[in-house]
Structures are given as structure tokens and as C-alpha cells.
């Protein structure tokens, strides 16, 4: 990944009602959910709610489809995934123990018992 496009995603996110609808999506994978729905369920304003979706789609955070009469968003994960990875990059320096409390916490959001990265 590269830098300006960390930057963009990251100051897409940076804003509460893409955060929160990020996040909705994330919980909704790998069915997605129509711009309505997110929209009524976040409480948001339909066209604000489509100027949102729109930053978060340029950010490459997620993506459309249309599904008959209606825009499906999916949240990209293998963009958070390469997001992560960037971050984490030159993690603790080269020492992996440093990183295994970080390491552990996710695989343990992720465990099937809890809604992986929700």
C-alpha cells in the first residue's frame, strides 16, 4: 500500500458517521447492505448518508453494487487488511514477541464465538 492511499483511508474514516458506517459493514460481510438501510439504521439523511458512501468508495473502503433498484455496499477488507499491514509494517521493530499481545487480540475479535472486527 501506498502512503497517500493509507492517508485516504484513514482520513475517510476519520469523520464519526463513516466510522460508524464502516463499521455496520464490516458486521454485515459478506452480504452487505442497501445505502437505505444503512442509512435509516445509522439515522442519517439519505443524500447525506450518499455523500458519505461516496468518500468511503473513493477511499477504497467499500464498494457498490447494484442490486435492482438499489446500491449494495460491501466493506473491502482486504483494503483493511493491506491498511493494517501498513500500519503494522515495521512493527516493534523487527521483534515479533513485542508484537504478539497485538497479534492475540486479534485473532481473539475474530474468534467465532465474537463478530470478527466488530
Not at 475517510?12 to 435509516?40: C, H, M, N, S, Y
Not at 443524500?47 to 460491501?74: D, P
Amino acid at each position: 500500500m501506498e502512503k497517500k492511499d493509507a492517508i485516504d483511508a484513514l482520513a475517510a474514516l476519520a469523520q464519526p458517521t463513516r466510522l460508524e458506517a464502516f463499521r455496520l459493514l464490516v458486521k454485515q460481510e459478506p452480504d452487505g447492505l442497501p445505502a437505505g438501510e444503512i442509512a435509516r439504521r445509522l439515522d442519517v439523511p439519505h443524500n447525506t448518508m450518499s455523500t458519505h458512501l461516496a468518500i468511503l468508495t473513493r477511499a477504497g473502503l467499500v464498494s457498490a453494487q447494484r442490486h435492482s433498484r438499489s446500491m449494495i455496499y460491501r466493506a473491502e477488507l482486504g483494503l483493511v487488511r493491506q491498511l493494517v499491514l501498513f500500519m503494522l509494517k515495521d512493527c516493534c521493530n523487527g521483534q515479533p514477541d513485542l508484537c504478539a499481545p497485538l497479534i492475540e487480540d486479534i485473532m481473539t475479535s475474530c474468534s467465532p464465538s465474537r463478530s470478527c472486527c466488530g
